[in-house]
């Protein structure tokens, strides 16, 4: 490319002499500085910043407008003793959500609404009584999970992190992501594995204090109608070897759900 | 052909019945929870109550539609304490092994009746108001629970008719009571939250008679501004403990006879978080109905003035923050304990720091209480509580705790006089 190049700013400065030949040998210059300025741009269209990336990760996550599973969770300890919660999840838009819980008995009932990050309510039959949780739970483990409220709850990462892009392996983009100033989040940082063709993060790393705290795991990915999504998750907490496994089944997307779902009145309904 | 017609839609009506009744009986939820609680009594001078609190709550639930909830919940409740006093009781199980039952609640649900957005609620229910942890200042449609000391905060289900109407962020409930049903005590251990002023009296309790101007009604409008939730509320009722209304000194023993006084209630509430921290605040104005007690001491008949009828405001405020690590601290300041009424009421002060260990497998809490009577005097005018927990709840629907009920302080104050009420206690509880 570069002897062409060289070839081609050759041929060009002998224009004082035009004949048949160097007029033929213009006319492909043209086409291949055409084609060379085509090949730059659209690397340039492909060379996409970490933000991009992040912005269509965003996207893909929030594309759906409404969403509606059946999860379940298995919580495993580092003995391989297990625990299950099945779980009703509601969620519309990328801010509300309503998780509902079905086993075990003894948190049977249990409701969580989110309607922003600072307005949680969780529902506690055993009172009758809804309570307005602060914010300041978010780091702590969502009903034993390895999951926090504030993983549960991560609707829009670009807004609270700058990303850059580290590099592409295995079809994958890998993103490092770093809270913005005044972001509200609990992590140092992420490391993000997006998928290439469906912009779906298959992993997500935790860190805090420089350390890898928690590991994110998705699979099962499938195309639902419109949406690509992982049907399982699975969140590792390195400090303690523990693991919540969440798997989806009877996904149900733009269903149109009422904004009657996201409410008190329908948090102490039971299911 | 009428008459054919009529049998037939009654033998399909049949048919249809038991395939009706199996669907229902199919889609029936069962659930509830084991409770069986030891409790230890270390004081030297020990209250003779129950010493082991055990409960099973059977509850059944079912959703013919979406539109239609019913719910029922069985309370049994036994003890270990035998109420033996003579030799014939020795033959009575009842005497040895106390239980009691009791519909605990029973209701029927309805969802969009008549209205998208009305909702409806018909029996024996449990009617949650106020923002404020378990020290709620407008939570009066039910009676109060003192049966079990260390969760004097309960509440009992009453017989209600409660519609729900939702209009955007908006929510307007009004409750109708019929009847007015009165606080449950501790078993042998009234003087804890009447006082022992009586105990030498023959008591007699007067409730309001069965009528329906005694009924009692309570509205509420909740809403939701700059990420302030509020609600204002009013009740118009029966204060459920019950006060002296006449006391007669010419007889061995003397008379007392206590009823339950009028009242209105006017309240408001709100929670909010602040820079991750969470505050909720609540307030009651007590209006009550003045009540004049006719004494006879000593052949001498006067009146006194049992209960003004100057309006008096009990208050909760609340905080609380989940700390890095893992630690939860909640605290909240009650002006005017739940018995307290009138120019009577005193400051106490919770404070509950809770840590969950082994991805929640173990809490540790401990709690504590201040109460102070007279701010001009702390030193004479105090009493306190401690009331730490350990909890194992490493075994999914299995609950296990060990914990504390430390109390003292002045013989005046209401915390004071449980001092005799000091108690460790071991609780298995298992929901299924």
Known sequence: MLNEMLQIKTLSTDRHKPSRESRYTGKRMYQILFVIVFLMLTTIANAQTGKEILVKVDSVMNAPKDMTAVEKMTLTDKSGSQKDRDTKIYQKGSEWRLVRFLKPADVRGVSFLRLASNRLYLYLPAFRKVRRISSSVKNENFMGTDFSYEDMSQSSYSNDYTAKLLKKENKQYVLELKPKPNADVSYEKLILYVDQSNYVYRKIEYYNNGKKVKVLTVDNIEKIGKYWFGKKMEMRNLKNDHKTTLTLTGIKFDQGLSNRVFTERNLKRPE | ?432
């Open chain 2, 1 to 432: 052909m009428g008459k054919m017609k009529f049998i037939l839609i009654v033998l399909f009506a049949l048919l249809l019945s038991p395939l009706h009744f199996y669907k229902i009986y199919a889609q029936t939820k069962i659930g509830g929870f084991l409770q069986l609680d030891k409790r230890f009594y270390i004081s030297k001078n020990a209250l003779p109550m129950e010493d082991f609190y055990n409960r099973f709550r059977f509850e059944t639930s079912v959703s013919p539609n979406s539109k239609l909830y019913l719910f029922s919940s069985v309370d049994f409740r036994f003890y270990d304490l035998a109420r033996a006093n003579k030799l014939n009781d020795l033959e009575n199980i009842n005497q040895l092994f106390p239980t009691n039952v009791s519909l605990w609640e029973a209701y029927v649900s309805l969802y969009g009746f008549l209205f998208d957005d009305l909702d409806l609620k018909i029996g024996k229910q449990r009617i949650s108001w106020g923002t404020a942890d378990k020290l709620n200042q407008t939570d009066n449609l039910n009676s109060k629970d003192f049966s079990d000391l260390n969760n004097f905060a309960e509440k009992i289900p009453s017989w209600a008719v409660k519609a729900s109407y939702y209009l955007s962020d908006y929510n307007l409930t009004v409750v109708w009571l019929p009847n007015f049903e009165p606080v449950l005590l501790p078993r042998n251990g009234t003087s804890l939250f009447l006082g022992d002023a009586l105990t030498s009296f023959k008591d007699s309790l007067i409730l309001p008679a069965n009528r329906l101007s005694n009924s009692m009604f309570a509205f509420k409008i909740s809403s939701n501004f700059a990420g302030w939730d509020y609600s204002f509320s009013y009740f118009n009722g029966y204060d459920d403990i019950p006060i002296l209304t006449s006391l007669y000194y010419n007889s061995n023993p003397g008379k007392a006879e206590l009823s339950f006084p009028k009242i209105q209630v006017i309240g408001a509430d709100f929670s909010t978080e602040i820079s991750g921290i969470g505050f909720w605040g609540e307030g009651a104005l007590t209006i009550p109905n003045k009540i004049i007690a006719p004494i006879l001491a000593n052949g001498v008949y006067y009146q006194k003035v049992a209960l003004d009828d100057k309006p008096y405001f009990k208050f909760t405020l609340g905080s609380d923050y989940t700390f890095p690590g893992g630690y939860y601290l909640n605290a909240q300041w009650m002006h005017g304990f739940f018995t307290e009424r009138g120019n009577t009421l005193n400051d106490y002060f919770f404070v509950r720091l809770e840590k969950t260990l082994f991805n929640e497998q173990l809490k540790i809490a401990f709690g504590s209480a201040l109460e102070v009577d007279k701010w001009g005097n702390v030193s004479e005018n105090y009493g306190y509580g401690f009331f730490p927990e350990l909890t194992y709840q490493g075994i999914d629907n299995l609950e296990m705790s060990i914990g504390t009920f430390l109390v003292g302080g002045k013989p005046a104050s209401l915390l004071g006089s449980w001092k005799n009420a000091k108690q460790a206690y071991l609780r298995v509880k298992v929901s299924f």
